[in-house]
């Protein structure tokens, strides 16, 4: 997780870039008491010096971490904006005041919670440049990207801490596998003979997200194409 790899990379700032948000980042919280704080994982448009500000005080002020802090018994992952917190919490005006003096004015996030006390943070921002600011949209499609993006990178930290632990290797790599919900709608898509233009039209996606979806099932089920791929599931039983 702390490599990403260059798709990773390309899928995080197509995000950003159809959202119109010029500043992206994803970031582990932890609230536990004697641990609390952030680790940065990637950060696209954001400056350094708001990047060390943040890590080391502001995000104590931050309402979105507060309010999912409070919500920690929530196993759902969680999508909030800048609308629907300021002006809620007294306690975090020095927060919109930085944020305010640094030019951020649009910020929408999705939050996976991992236990009550730890998260994995992605966030859109946009911030004041003048002519290359533009309003961040949160349309169905960036937020499903945004919410795939997070919840991928969640999975691939937790295989990346279990992994070590584990001495004997699976038979196969397809074995006691299910699917999502979603990846069981692409399969089906995918069985009556449809296109990335299709079932991304079908599916309400974009088409980089069902790209996104074949490829992690390929590796998921340890395929190179999609005619092994639709065998090996009918061959489990999983559709």
């Not at 006390?117 to 499903?144: K, N, P």
């Not at 596998?177 to 003979?193: F, H, N, W």
């Not at 309400?204 to 089920?221: A, I």
Request: proline content about 3%.
């Amino acid at each position: 997780m702390n490599a990403f790899s260059s798709h990773q990379h390309q899928f995080a700032q197509d995000i950003m870039g159809r959202s119109g948000a010029n500043n992206f980042c994803l970031f582990l919280f932890s609230a536990r008491p004697a641990q609390a704080g952030v680790h940065f994982f990637c950060h696209y448009g954001m400056s350094a010096q708001i990047k060390t500000v943040y890590s080391q005080r502001l995000w104590a002020h931050d309402p979105f971490l507060n309010h999912i802090k409070q919500q920690g018994a929530n196993t759902q992952a969680t999508v909030l904006d800048r609308g629907q917190l300021e002006g809620n919490d007294n306690q975090g005006d020095s927060y919109w005041n930085y944020i305010n003096r640094v030019g951020y004015r649009d910020i929408v996030s999705v939050i996976h919670p991992y236990t009550p006390e730890i998260f994995l943070v992605g966030g859109l921002m946009g911030q004041d440049r003048g002519r290359q600011y533009g309003e961040v949209t949160a349309t169905h499609s960036v937020i499903d990207d945004l919410d795939n993006f997070v919840g991928e990178a969640a999975s691939e930290l937790i295989s990346s801490l279990i992994a070590p632990m584990l001495t004997i290797e699976p038979v196969g790599a397809a074995a006691g596998l299910a699917l999502t919900s979603r990846e069981r709608d692409v399969i089906k898509a995918l069985q009556v003979g449809y296109g990335n233009k299709q079932i991304a039209a079908m599916l309400s996606l974009s088409e980089y997200t069902v790209e996104n979806h074949f490829k992690r099932l390929f590796r998921k089920f340890a395929v190179h194409n999609r005619t092994a791929l639709l065998a090996t599931v009918q061959q489990l039983g999983l559709v």
